[in-house]
């Protein structure tokens, strides 16, 4: 155990460095392996009262929008805005710079309430607070380069070495999709059978987790979770459709597996029923669905003030799923993050990090969000957008919708 003297010797030489950081000491950005020259903040004296917000871009890249945001100092800050449809963000991001022109981009938690509380019609639905998302990682990804720093050490400083993540050889997941759900023996055991298939993949002591996508009625996946009980699976996420709390309550009084919820939910104010109820055992929210980086701290300091874990939700290129590493990284109460690496197009993003074979993900290095976007290979991909289309993966075989 470090005694009292290691600790704040520890501390001192943190401090140290943060002063190095923030333009006190020339050794900061050399030693965090930053070359000055390719960094235009390393020459703004001033980070505090001259920088300015001049320009908002917005690019369509698949399903997903890039965002650019441009200072007067040179400094750029990128995020991503996910899960939205394209065009409509490309739109919302180009009329909220209107509350962004002139401002200082350091002022991160300000500028996240002048946006989200700019308009009470629109407040805490997807369209705002997706593209509240990627504004907000790109004003870390600036303040982060400023005070040459990456953007976990703005947030506290890492709680961890390495991060897990999954998918990897030893953690997987198994997930249910839309179909006539009517609670057969057959189809319970369809189930059971993946669920087996999963565990004996990654042997006794991997992770298998059961995605319901919503998609299950509470009857059948209670039953469901009865029988997979003896898989030792470390979650079943989204067991149901977000909006009634009872449900929710009557899944956890029958199941005895936890449970993963708050995908879908995009502030704090989502979060507290699931909390106050005893609903949530795992908080798998969405850095790119939350408003970004600001919110989803938030939602990891209230959960774990009642000893619940996030195990962040990610389906966003390298860009995005960097921005919830950092956060990720600089919380007490985290469980696990989810990343596929091939929603990313080759030669997009690069990422100062990597999995090692074992499925933890190390700490970023760099400042800002300690990754690079190629804009011309951005602009080739925005040459070929994505045709706008509603997803149909739910219409069943009589003709009806079902939840997903």
Same mark, same amino acid.
């Given at each position: 155990?470090?005694?009292?003297?290691?600790?704040?010797?520890?501390? $001192?030489?943190?401090?140290?460095?943060?002063?190095?950081?923030?333009?006190?000491?020339?050794?900061?950005?050399?030693?965090?392996?930053?070359?000055?020259?390719?960094?235009?903040?390393?020459?703004?004296?001033?980070?505090?009262?001259?920088?300015?917000?001049?320009?908002?871009?917005?690019?369509?890249?698949?399903?997903?929008?890039?965002?650019?945001?441009?200072?007067?100092?040179?400094?750029?800050?990128?995020?991503?805005?996910?899960?939205?449809?394209?065009?409509?963000?490309?739109?919302?991001?180009?009329?909220?710079? =209107?509350?962004?022109?002139?401002?200082?981009?350091?002022?991160? =938690?300000?500028?996240?309430?002048?946006?989200?509380?700019?308009?009470?019609?629109?407040?805490?639905?997807?369209?705002?607070?997706?593209?509240?998302?990627?504004?907000?990682?790109?004003?870390?990804?600036?303040?982060?380069?400023?005070?040459?720093?990456?953007? !976990?050490?703005?947030?506290?400083?890492?709680?961890?070495?390495?991060?897990?993540? !999954?998918?990897?050889?030893?953690?997987?997941?198994?997930?249910?999709?839309?179909?006539?759900?009517? $609670?057969?023996?057959?189809?319970?055991?369809?189930?059971?059978?993946?669920?087996?298939?999963?565990?004996?993949?990654?042997?006794?002591?991997?992770?298998?987790?059961?995605?319901?996508?919503?998609?299950? +009625?509470?009857?059948? @996946?209670?039953?469901?979770?009865?029988?997979?009980?003896?898989?030792?699976? @470390?979650?079943? =996420?989204?067991?149901?459709?977000?909006?009634?709390?009872?449900?929710?309550?009557?899944?956890?009084?029958?199941?005895?597996?936890?449970?993963?919820?708050?995908?879908?939910?995009?502030?704090?104010?989502?979060?507290?029923?699931?909390?106050?109820?005893?609903?949530?055992?795992? @908080?798998?929210?969405?850095?790119?669905?939350?408003?970004?980086?600001?919110?989803?701290?938030?939602?990891?300091?209230? $959960?774990?003030?009642?000893?619940?874990?996030?195990?962040?939700?990610?389906?966003?290129?390298?860009?995005?799923?960097?921005?919830?590493?950092?956060?990720?990284?600089?919380?007490?109460?985290?469980?696990?993050?989810?990343? !596929?690496?091939?929603?990313? +197009?080759?030669?997009?993003?690069?990422?100062?990090?990597?999995?090692?074979?074992?499925?933890?993900?190390?700490?970023?290095?760099?400042?800002?969000?300690?990754?690079?976007?190629? =804009?011309?290979?951005?602009?080739?991909?925005?040459?070929?957008?994505?045709?706008?289309?509603?997803?149909?993966?739910?219409?069943?075989?009589?003709?009806?919708?079902?939840?997903?």
């Amino acid at each position: 155990m470090t005694n009292r003297r290691d600790w704040l010797t520890s501390v $001192g030489a943190f401090a140290a460095g943060g002063l190095a950081a923030a333009g006190f000491g020339p050794g900061m950005n050399e030693a965090l392996g930053v070359d000055d020259s390719t960094n235009p903040a390393a020459n703004v004296t001033d980070r505090t009262t001259s920088i300015k917000i001049t320009k908002l871009t917005a690019t369509p890249v698949m399903r997903k929008v890039f965002l650019k945001m441009e200072t007067n100092h040179g400094v750029t800050g990128w995020g991503e805005i996910d899960q939205l449809e394209p065009y409509v963000a490309t739109a919302l991001v180009k009329s909220l710079f =209107e509350l962004l022109d002139g401002e200082n981009p350091t002022r991160i =938690e300000h500028l996240w309430q002048k946006i989200y509380r700019s308009h009470r019609d629109m407040r805490g639905g997807p369209f705002m607070t997706h593209t509240l998302a990627g504004i907000d990682m790109a004003l870390w990804d600036i303040t982060g380069k400023l005070w040459g720093v990456p953007v !976990y050490r703005l947030l506290g400083g890492p709680t961890r070495d390495k991060l897990r993540f !999954y998918p990897t050889p030893n953690a997987t997941k198994v997930g249910a999709g839309p179909q006539p759900f009517s $609670g057969t023996p057959q189809q319970i055991d369809g189930f059971v059978k993946s669920i087996e298939n999963a565990r004996k993949q990654v042997g006794p002591d991997g992770i298998v987790m059961f995605d319901a996508h919503c998609a299950l +009625p509470p009857p059948f @996946l209670i039953q469901l979770a009865a029988a997979i009980k003896p898989y030792d699976l @470390l979650y079943i =996420e989204e067991p149901a459709v977000p909006g009634n709390i009872e449900v929710f309550k009557r899944l956890k009084q029958h199941i005895n597996i936890p449970l993963a919820v708050g995908e879908q939910a995009r502030t704090i104010w989502e979060v507290i029923p699931y909390l106050q109820e005893g609903c949530a055992d795992i @908080l798998q929210v969405d850095c790119a669905h939350t408003g970004g980086i600001t919110q989803l701290r938030k939602i990891a300091i209230l $959960g774990e003030a009642y000893h619940v874990p996030i195990a962040p939700h990610c389906v966003t290129t390298d860009l995005g799923a960097t921005a919830s590493l950092h956060c990720s990284a600089a919380v007490p109460f985290f469980l696990i993050h989810e990343y !596929y690496p091939s929603i990313s +197009p080759p030669g997009l993003v690069t990422k100062n990090w990597s999995i090692d074979k074992d499925g933890y993900a190390s700490l970023p290095q760099g400042v800002g969000l300690c990754c690079e976007v190629n =804009e011309a290979k951005l602009e080739e991909l925005a040459k070929n957008p994505a045709k706008p289309e509603w997803p149909t993966r739910g219409r069943l075989p009589d003709g009806s919708i079902a939840d997903y």
